[in-house]
């Protein structure tokens, strides 16, 4: 039996939890008010204590669960709870990949109103060790022993006290005391408020790359500090002292500065259609790349590209798709909005011998009007792998077009755009929902990606 609402914060509740939401709260209800239940799973009944009120939800943390799910394990982060970087880690695989499933079927039929005629298998891959991105903050924090380096605690902006990471690779967990350490070490220990870290796998092991953003020029002193360390731990170091596109190698993982002519070694492999993606530190790139590996496989079966059509991607980046489309199909045009990527675009599609078969287009498709679409010709399928923002005015642009393209696969990051995306096409453009599925591209977190297959009706 539930215990009734009152109005203190810090009063204990008794709820029995009915599912999760987005963001991995378990779901309940008392006298007819949502509360949000942190650390709460599906079928529990829990003790918890309200941590804020607002007029349509409550927020509660759960203190004691009173009856366990069969679907709880035990957290294997000591952090977990602090750190925001996870928020599942409590639930078992099987049980976050079902939830994610449900989560993308929610949110396409209450946003889009639309089911697809088929549920695509989920694709799942390694829980633990998978994250070959990552942006990790920097503080120092005289008050809590020096300098921090990790992700921020959950719904906060103060970094976590972070001194192991089990969704990042062992040797790049291994590497956050020490970073605590050099970053200490620094002149501008004050002004250095960032570290991103990019992996790439190569037959002598992970190459690890470093972006130190500097908001200062580092010292002689610093710089050395910095190169013993890259010898040390065998990484590369990089320097960002304005946007992404400043970056500069400062050492190689030797520890031996970099030459004018040195860049970036980083690379990852799409070994079925035998392309090679280069990419720098800052590139945009899959976080999972062993996800990323079987979603092009499988985008690439569900768009079944023939060899005498001419295909569209749509943000198309460094040409993740683009490329292994252009071993399948006549033409392949990829579009993106930013001029770095496309350049970059272009020298991968040359350096994979595909430079005769697909091209590259800058664009913003946030803004695409329909003479810009005419513009580009006719294109038989279509490729969509929009940022979390979707791709709204590309769905208008198409919904009015009275030439469609025979299939549209749409790659996801964001199941509420791909859901407002749905309903324009469905409802304003006469396409059919054919088929959508979830990606766990983000194991023990409660991000959901996704794919979704659209056809013309009739």
């Known amino acids: 039996m539930q215990s009734p609402v009152r109005g203190a914060i810090g009063e204990p509740l008794v709820l029995d939890v009915d599912s999760l939401d987005l963001e991995a709260n378990g779901v309940a209800h008392q006298e007819g008010k949502v509360v949000f239940v942190r650390g709460a799973l599906p079928g529990e009944q829990v003790r918890a204590s309200v941590v804020r009120r607002k007029p349509r939800f409550d927020v509660a943390q759960a203190t004691e669960i009173l009856r366990e799910s069969a679907s709880r394990v035990m957290p294997r982060c000591p952090h977990f709870g602090v750190c925001g970087g996870c928020s599942m880690q409590h639930l078992d695989a099987t049980a976050q990949l079902a939830i994610k499933q449900r989560a993308l079927e929610d949110q396409l039929r209450h946003i889009g109103k639309v089911r697809p005629e088929q549920v695509l298998r989920a694709i799942a891959g390694p829980s633990w060790g998978y994250r070959y991105r990552a942006r990790l903050s920097v503080r120092n924090v005289p008050k809590k022993g020096g300098v921090l380096v990790g992700f921020h605690e959950r719904g906060s902006s103060y970094v976590a006290d972070m001194r192991e990471c089990h969704v990042l690779p062992p040797v790049v967990s291994r590497l956050l005391l020490p970073l605590r350490e050099l970053v200490g070490s620094l002149s501008l220990r004050d002004r250095l408020p ?9 037959d002598d092991g992970l190459l690890i790359a470093l972006v130190l953003r500097v908001l200062q020029p ?31 190698l400062l050492c190689r993982r030797d520890g031996s500065p970099a030459t004018a002519d040195d860049d970036s070694q980083l690379e990852y492999r799409l070994a079925e259609f035998d392309v090679t993606m280069p990419f720098r530190p800052t590139d945009f790139t899959q976080v999972n790349h062993r996800i990323n590996e079987v979603l092009v496989s499988r985008a690439l079966r569900l768009l079944a590209p023939r060899d005498d059509e001419r295909i569209a991607d749509l943000f198309c980046g460094l040409g993740n798709f683009t490329l292994p489309l252009a071993r399948l199909a006549r ?11 496309t350049r970059r675009a272009q020298q991968n599609a040359a ?13 913003n498709l946030f803004e695409l009007r329909g003479e ?3 513009a580009l010709g006719r ?13 709204l005015e590309v769905a208008k642009v198409l919904a009015g077009d009275p030439v469609k393209p025979r299939r549209i696969v749409y790659v996801s990051c964001n199941p509420a755009t791909l859901a407002r995306d749905a309903a324009i096409l469905v409802h304003q453009g006469g396409f059919v929902l054919r088929a959508a599925g979830a990606v766990n591209m ?11 297959v659209f056809e013309p009706a009739g």
């Open 218 to 248: 580092p010292t002689d002193a610093d710089r050395a500090a910095m190169l013993a360390f890259a010898a040390r731990h065998r990484v590369e170091l990089w320097l960002q002292p304005k946007g992404p596109d400043s970056i500069e």
């Open 331 to 341: 033409e392949v045009v990829g579009i993106e909005g930013s001029p770095v990527l």
């Open 372 to 374: 810009d679409w005419a």
């Open 379 to 391: 294109f038989d399928r279509l490729l969509i792998d929009p940022p979390r923002e979707g791709a």
């Open 194 to 202: 960032q570290i991103e870290v990019a992996i790439a796998e190569r």
């Open 442 to 452: 983000f194991p023990q977190t409660s991000h959901v990606e996704s794919i979704a």
């Open 351 to 363: 350096l994979n011998g595909l430079a005769e078969r697909c091209s590259f287009r800058t664009a």
